[in-house]
């Protein structure tokens, strides 16, 4: 099992030139490996003190005082490692991408003890125990294939989580949505839980900032192929917002009302739609700045064959419907 902490005793001088500063603010450049809220918390809890004695995160310094850290950074958690197969697209000491298939839960919870991305990551590369939720930064639905990325180090995950925020990693995302759109275009709605379906997520006015962009790839008579590019990393965002846009996903069950159909569909088409086991969701286009070596990097997974397969059975019916 996956239990075991980290300790971390580290010492840092504040610069004589830094007075005036913050104390959570220094902390984050003279301890570039951690967060700035992990950092906060150890501020908050007496893990981090400034000569010897607590502070406040909002806490002025004057310059040549020492921050010492003294904390046990927890292990991912209480998690076995599963020999399973992954489709590791690259990875070097720093970090992993990987094209995660259908059908895998990416963290453990309620009903998937175990059997998870997570734990398939644990057992590829054991050290990810001593990082918080096994390096993983971003997840995708359980039905969602694609590229994902996985940090292997504390500085990295820190580094990943800021671009993040920043929003300057770029995620790109196939999407075959119901109906026929006209343009592309953007979506700005905020995303929070549903105000009676908690399972499910909504757009509410009093949710988070919520921004995908969408393109179109190909139309269909019946059916569209977008690119949705996210500005924001919401759960279940591009569901949620081509629902919204009365254009939900093929095979979403959560967000498309039962399945919905498209009408005038021959009995072939619609046994073929009917069959597809997911929504026809695709991580297909990552691209970041690399957290050591500071070179932008961009990766690029094929969608997968069943999703394929669906679009080439798409253009057939148009075809005979010409």
Not at 3 to 18: F, G, K, M, N, W
Not at 29 to 55: H, M, T, V, Y
Not at 138 to 165: C, E, F, W, Y
Request: proline content about 5%.
């Amino acid at each position: 099992m996956s239990t075991d902490s980290h300790q971390i005793q580290l010492e840092a001088r504040v610069p004589l030139t830094a007075g005036g500063s913050r104390v959570d603010a220094l902390a984050s450049e003279l301890f570039p490996d951690f967060s700035r809220s992990r950092l906060q918390g150890w501020i908050k809890s007496g893990a981090l003190r400034l000569d010897g004695n607590s502070c406040k995160p909002k806490d002025k310094c004057f310059g040549g005082e020492t921050l010492t850290l003294n904390a046990t950074l927890e292990a991912a958690g209480v998690w076995a490692p599963q020999a399973m197969d992954l489709d590791i697209v690259y990875e070097d000491e720093h970090l992993l991408v990987l094209n995660k298939p259908a059908n895998l839960v990416v963290h453990p919870g309620a009903g998937n003890a175990d059997g998870t991305l997570l734990n398939a990551l644990l057992h590829h590369c054991p050290g990810l125990q001593n990082i918080p939720r096994a390096g993983i930064v971003h997840r995708l639905d359980k039905d969602t294939t694609g590229l994902m990325v996985v940090a292997k180090t504390l500085q990295a995950q820190t580094d990943l989580v800021a671009q993040l925020q920043a929003r300057t990693v770029k995620r790109e995302y196939d999407a075959l949505a119901l109906g026929r759109m006209i343009a592309g275009g953007r979506v700005e709605q905020p995303i929070g839980r549903h105000p009676t379906q908690r399972t499910k997520m909504a757009v509410v006015d009093n949710g988070k900032e919520a921004i995908t962009h969408y393109s179109i790839q190909k139309r269909f008579l019946h059916y569209t192929l977008v690119r949705c590019q996210l500005a924001t990393g919401r759960t279940h965002q591009i569901r949620v917002h081509m629902a919204w846009l009365k254009h939900p996903l093929v095979g979403d069950q959560t967000y498309a009302g039962g399945r919905q159909l498209a009408a005038g569909l021959s009995k072939e088409l619609r046994e073929t739609l009917l069959a597809f086991p997911r929504q026809a969701l695709h991580a297909a286009q990552l691209g970041l700045i690399h957290p050591a070596i500071g070179e932008p990097m961009q990766w690029h997974a094929p969608r997968p064959a069943d999703f394929d397969a669906l679009l080439a059975r798409l253009k057939e019916e148009d075809s005979l419907g010409q």
